[in-house]
């Protein structure tokens, strides 16, 4: 076996270990030519590996890195070795366990891959690798590649992605890709402790322009929120209820991780005076390094909203104060009382004017 085109090219791989299946170089070469020959960077998934003479030839030709899982330890150390005969040990991961779990943990940090390679051993059984191949979809970035191997074209049920399949003598080779939704969904991302003026003015902003527009309402945030995070989705609920193309959901973990579940890669926030800009800045850098594709969308506040902030809600509603004019008027009645501190309350008599 060896390496067909590329930086790496001709090199030859380590002896076959026993029990591993490898991919044949010409169907290799084949794959490669449907995929359109060389990449320009990315990420490389290889599941289970086996020699790791796919990923390889990928790296070869072009991308930046890869990852290969492998169950089986001699296998896992000939793609260590096979890495280091084509001077990629740099370039390549090898993680040594079960592809189940290992794509759970991909998922769950939030991973994508340009291209995914599977070529399950043809002993497991159809449901089973149906079932990965659905949670592969969430690590491809929105133009990336899953191919799948096999004796018959896989089992899986995902409305998702869409392909063909190739026969080259007995192995069958799948080409999936995600099917790019044509409705154009916007996030807009925050901790609504509470929802003022402000957010809404920027929601029913991008709600002018994009299809959908899904209000993430953070649950995990760093300060402890007065209100529980659906405590704080329906408050925005009662405030945009006119607007049909808004929706309201929790937020859990990484907001990566949210926006791609919902099809979306476009967040919206509002940038207020300069004073935004650092940390706003920071988190579009950290989030395009988790999913590049991702973009951050910022609409600037009306100047009557560029002072306004949760925060400033709530130091004047704890007091007692009026925030009439700063959150919406549906929800002021709830806010100055859900917000305010008990002792406050009982100075001002309960009268939230
Ligand atoms: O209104 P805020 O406090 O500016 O909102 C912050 C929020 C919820 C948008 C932000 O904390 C967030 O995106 N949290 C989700 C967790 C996450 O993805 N963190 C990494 C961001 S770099």
């Known amino acids: ?43 490389v998934l290889d599941l289970y590996a086996g020699t790791g003479a796919v990923g390889m030839e990928a790296l070869s030709r072009g991308c930046e890195r890869a990852v290969f899982v492998e169950k089986n330890g001699r296998a896992a150390r000939t793609v260590v070795e096979n890495l280091e005969r084509a001077g990629f040990g740099e370039r390549g991961e090898v993680v040594r366990g079960d592809v189940g779990e290992v794509v759970e943990r991909l998922v769950e940090g939030g991973r994508v891959f340009r291209l995914i390679f599977a070529d399950p051993p043809y002993r497991i059984s159809p449901r089973e690798s149906g079932s990965i191949l659905e949670r592969l979809e969430a690590l491809l970035t929105p133009s990336g590649r899953l191919v799948v191997e096999g004796s018959q074209p896989p089992a899986y049920s995902t409305e998702r992605l869409k392909g063909a399949s190739r026969r080259y003598g007995g192995t069958v080779v799948t080409f999936l890709e995600r099917i790019q939704p044509t409705m154009k969904i916007a996030i807009c991302p925050g901790s609504f402790d509470p929802v003022t003026a402000g957010h809404v003015d920027i929601i029913r902003r991008a709600a002018a322009i994009y299809d959908h527009v899904v209000v993430a309402v953070g649950a995990n945030l760093k300060k402890r929120p007065r209100l529980s995070a659906e405590e704080r989705a329906r408050l925005i609920e009662k405030v945009m209820s006119d607007l049909e193309n808004v929706s309201v959901e929790v937020m859990e973990g990484l907001l990566v991780n949210f926006a791609r579940e919902q099809g979306a890669r476009v967040v919206v926030k509002g940038l207020r005076a300069g004073s935004d800009f650092e940390s706003e800045f920071q988190q579009v850098q950290l989030n395009r390094r988790l999913y590049p594709e991702f973009e951050t969308v910022f609409i600037m506040a009306a100047a009557e909203h560029s002072f306004l902030s949760s925060s400033a809600v709530r130091e004047i509603a704890n007091y007692g104060g009026s925030v009439r004019g700063l ?19 009982a100075a001002v008599g309960g009268d939230k004017g």
Request: charged residues 30%; aromatic residues 6%; negative net charge.
């Open 1 to 43: 076996m060896r390496i067909i085109a590329g930086s790496a090219r001709g090199i030859r791989l380590g002896p076959v270990p026993d029990g591993v299946r490898p991919t044949s170089d010409r169907v290799r070469e084949a794959i490669f030519n449907s995929l359109g020959q060389f990449f320009d960077g990315g990420e």
């Open 327 to 345: 959150v919406p008027e549906e929800i002021l009645e709830i806010v100055q009382r859900l917000y305010v501190r008990e002792d406050a309350q």
